[in-house]
């Protein structure tokens, strides 16, 4: 077993929690203020698509990670005009979502790159290897200090708890909830660079693979808590660097394991912690119900 | 004139995205009209673009309706995904284990079964095994919100993943005929195969892979129909969906609906098994859905989780993928992509009802609508 967990992989799991961490900690601001927000796994593919694209024209990642957030923001913006102006089925906007940035990105590369949904290779000079992962680390207390510490976090909790309530003490619930869906897709879009900018060279088509949905997975786990959201995306990152470190093949007492059955891990955990067999894991009240203001 | 309030909004949606997607497409550099040409043109010519279109809709009925049940039941079940993923290996399974002697992919005649069942026997009990072990996948989430209160969206999003894993782990670990390169099953016993539509319609041929599994999702819509509107299942059902306190007022155990409608829902994405192994590969190919559970969304949606539009949905979508196909193989810079993007404003444009509903008339497109 020791040899299994050594420094590398100590190194893998955090490179591989980075974007399962930016992504669940815009899903916090946006799930906080009520929103649900299954489009985390859309917002990282506008995020990763654009800032391997700008990046290979700018010459510059930093262009191309700000032009990503751009991106992650705008896409992000159609989510939140969907839920909160027009009061759609927010799973299911999130899910349109999803599925707009799967096609979007493959059409645009095919024009642009005439490839089949990947951008062209981008230097090693030109990646951002371990920025993102910095910013990750500090972001969660950043967002531990805005959520409990500041007036916005306040309202941003309140809007998700009790809208009523916070409308009665003058809070603007359908600016606060924009405000919370806007950051996700900043996040998330970061989050998503890092995958096309950061851990490799380039984009491939749906290259998040279902780390939007395992994001949320860990926001649910880490009970919608930054410090335990992040705790929760390490826990999913080492089994992530498992299953990469092993190659498919896992033998820790002489008989192989698997792959897939460490795959399940986070997800079994995720769904057994929901039922509340571990502690329980309360969803902000208002999350997911759209705000009429009463006249 | 209900029929034509209800088909109106549709259409609208689809309008709307078509538009928007033409407008997508001449920004990137290519004639919308051409494209959309290419794109709808190719799906009615006969036998080919036909054949194809009911065949590549066939899944997208049995997901799009298996959607709608759960729906009509206030859930939103977006494991249709891994429920056929289970359910297309157990047909499988039944195939291998009770088909008889196959031929494997080096031509060689061989037997996994444990004992070879007449058709008329193995047949029934393939589809039914699809059924109920989609059924099954999909009561799992049904129990956890019942029993637990666990929201059934992250539920069945957690299952998807759990699924393939366990599939591709059964595929690769004791299914997959050493020496194949590919992910899949060894193929399963000929009696178990359906039939393709070619065999008995005059001028389609059998190469295309429509078969009989289309029928039964045509009977799917009957049925779903029945289920729902004529018999006290469906309506307490569709009582717990509109109004789950009332419902429960009213004598109706909204706990047993919610999994009886999530076993139901399961059971139809499960039957996509049987269009794929039994009808079409005759053997379990590791991740051959391509993402039907989630185009099922947006077919139920479309469709006003009606089997009648479901169907019509399905039918819309099947044309749009057989389309596509011919867009990325005929136009300069517009890849099958399209679709995908089509398929999303469609899905955006019909959630967000609010903003066509009750607003005709006083140029109030903006105007929120109260619910």
């Given at each position: 077993m020791s040899e299994i967990f050594t420094i590398a992989l100590i190194f893998s799991t955090i490179r591989t929690a980075t974007p399962l961490l930016l992504a669940a900690l815009g899903g916090l601001y946006s799930e906080r203020a009520g929103v649900i927000n299954i489009a985390l796994e859309g917002l990282m593919l506008a995020g990763a698509f654009t800032a391997a694209a700008v990046t290979h024209y700018a010459g510059s990642p930093w262009v191309g990670l700000v032009a990503g957030i751009g991106a992650g923001v705008a896409v992000a913006a159609i989510h939140a005009v969907a839920c909160i102006r027009f009061n759609a089925d927010q799973v299911v906007s999130g899910t349109a979502i999803n599925?707009?940035?799967?096609?979007?990105?493959?059409?645009?590369?095919?024009?642009?790159?005439?490839?089949?949904?990947?951008?062209?290779?981008?230097?090693?000079?030109?990646?951002?290897?371990?920025?993102?992962?910095?910013?990750?680390?500090?972001?969660?207390?950043?967002?531990?200090?805005?959520?409990?510490?500041t007036p916005f976090g306040l309202r941003l909790r309140?809007?998700?708890?009790?809208?009523?309530?916070?409308?009665?003490?003058?809070?603007?619930?359908?600016?606060?909830?924009?405000?919370?869906?806007?950051?996700?897709?900043?996040?998330?879009?970061?989050?998503?660079?890092?995958?096309?900018?950061?851990?490799?060279?380039?984009?491939?088509?749906?290259?998040?693979?279902?780390?939007?949905?395992?994001?949320?997975?860990?926001?649910?786990?880490?009970?919608?808590?930054?410090?335990?959201?992040?705790?929760?995306?390490?826990?999913?990152?080492?089994?992530?660097?498992?299953?990469?470190?092993?190659?498919?093949?896992?033998?820790?007492?002489?008989?192989?394991?698997?792959?897939?059955?460490?795959?399940?891990?986070?997800?079994?955990?995720?769904?057994?912690?929901?039922?509340?067999?571990?502690?329980?894991?309360?969803?902000?009240?208002?999350?997911?119900?759209?705000?009429?203001?009463?006249? | 004139m209900k029929l034509l309030r209800e088909l109106f909004f549709p259409l609208v949606a689809v309008l709307a995205a078509f538009v928007l997607g033409g407008i997508f497409v001449w920004l990137i550099g290519d004639n919308p009209f051409e494209t959309y040409r290419l794109l709808i043109g190719s799906a009615f010519s006969w036998p080919d673009g036909i054949g194809y279109t009911l065949f590549y809709a066939t899944p997208l009925i049995f997901t799009g309706l298996?959607?709608?049940?759960?729906?009509?039941?206030?859930?939103?079940?977006?494991?249709?995904?891994?429920?056929?993923?289970?359910?297309?290996?157990?047909?499988?399974?039944?195939?291998?284990?009770?088909?008889?002697?196959?031929?494997?992919?080096?031509?060689?005649?061989?037997?996994?079964?444990?004992?070879?069942?007449?058709?008329?026997?193995?047949?029934?009990?393939?589809?039914?095994?699809?059924?109920?072990?989609?059924?099954?996948?999909?009561?799992?989430?049904?129990?956890?919100?019942?029993?637990?209160?666990?929201?059934?969206?992250i539920n069945t999003i957690m299952l998807n993943f759990i699924a393939i894993a366990l599939v591709s782990?059964?595929?690769?670990?004791?299914?997959?005929?050493?020496?194949?390169?590919?992910?899949?099953?060894?193929?399963?016993?000929?009696?178990?195969?359906?039939?393709?539509?070619?065999s008995f319609v005059p001028g389609l041929p059998t190469r295309i892979p429509l078969n009989l599994a289309f029928l039964f999702a045509l009977l799917a819509c009957v049925l779903v129909y029945i289920f729902l509107w004529r018999t006290k299942w469906g309506y307490a059902i569709r009582a717990t969906g509109a109004n789950p306190t009332a419902a429960e007022y009213g004598g109706i155990s909204t706990g047993k609906q919610i999994v009886l409608a999530m076993a139901?829902?399961?059971?139809?994405?499960?039957?996509?098994?049987?269009?794929?192994?039994?009808?079409?590969?005759?053997?379990?190919?590791?991740?051959?859905?391509?993402?039907?559970?989630?185009?099922?969304?947006?077919?139920?949606?479309?469709?006003?989780?009606?089997p009648l539009g479901v169907l019509l949905s399905a039918l819309l979508f099947g044309m749009l993928i057989r389309g596509g196909i011919f867009v990325d193989a005929f136009s300069g810079k517009v890849s099958k992509d399209l679709v995908e993007v089509l398929q999303a404003i469609v899905i955006l444009f019909v959630a967000c009802e609010a903003l066509f509903r009750g607003s005709f008339g006083k140029f109030g497109l903006l105007k929120r609508s109260k619910v």
């Open positions: 599925i707009l940035m799967t096609g979007v990105p493959a059409m645009l590369s095919g024009a642009l790159f005439l490839s089949s949904g990947s951008t062209p290779q981008i230097p090693k000079d030109n990646l951002i290897p371990w920025t993102p992962v910095v910013l990750a680390l500090l972001l969660v207390f950043v967002t531990w200090y805005v959520l409990y510490r309140a809007v998700g708890e009790n809208p009523e309530a916070a409308d009665a003490a003058g809070v603007n619930v359908n600016r606060i909830r924009y405000s919370g869906v806007l950051l996700s897709g900043a996040l998330a879009a970061i989050g998503g660079a890092y995958l096309s900018i950061g851990q490799s060279s380039l984009f491939t088509r749906n290259m998040t693979s279902g780390r939007g949905f395992i994001a949320l997975a860990a926001l649910i786990l880490g009970k919608w808590r930054p410090v335990q959201t992040m705790l929760a995306c390490l826990l999913f990152g080492l089994t992530e660097a498992i299953s990469i470190q092993m190659q498919g093949v896992f033998k820790p007492y002489g008989e192989e394991i698997p792959v897939q059955f460490i795959i399940v891990v986070p997800y079994v955990l995720t769904i057994i912690v929901l039922a509340g067999f571990i502690g329980l894991s309360r969803a902000p009240r208002a999350l997911g119900v759209p705000y009429q203001k009463e006249r | 298996a959607v709608a049940v759960a729906f009509r039941c206030g859930l939103l079940n977006i494991g249709a995904e891994g429920q056929l993923y289970v359910a297309a290996f157990a047909t499988a399974w039944v195939g291998i284990k009770f088909g008889g002697t196959v031929v494997d992919v080096f031509g060689t005649p061989v037997n996994y079964s444990w004992m070879t069942l007449p058709g008329v026997v193995l047949v029934p009990l393939a589809i039914l095994t699809a059924i109920f072990v989609g059924a099954a996948w999909g009561a799992i989430p049904g129990i956890l919100k019942a029993r637990f209160g666990s929201h059934e969206v782990y059964f595929t690769q670990y004791h299914f997959k005929q050493a020496g194949d390169p590919i992910l899949q099953t060894v193929p399963i016993g000929a009696g178990v195969h359906l039939p393709r539509l070619g139901v829902s399961g059971g139809l994405a499960g039957m996509v098994g049987i269009n794929e192994v039994l009808g079409y590969r005759y053997r379990y190919y590791d991740g051959f859905s391509a993402g039907y559970g989630f185009t099922g969304i947006a077919v139920a949606l479309l469709g006003r989780n009606h």
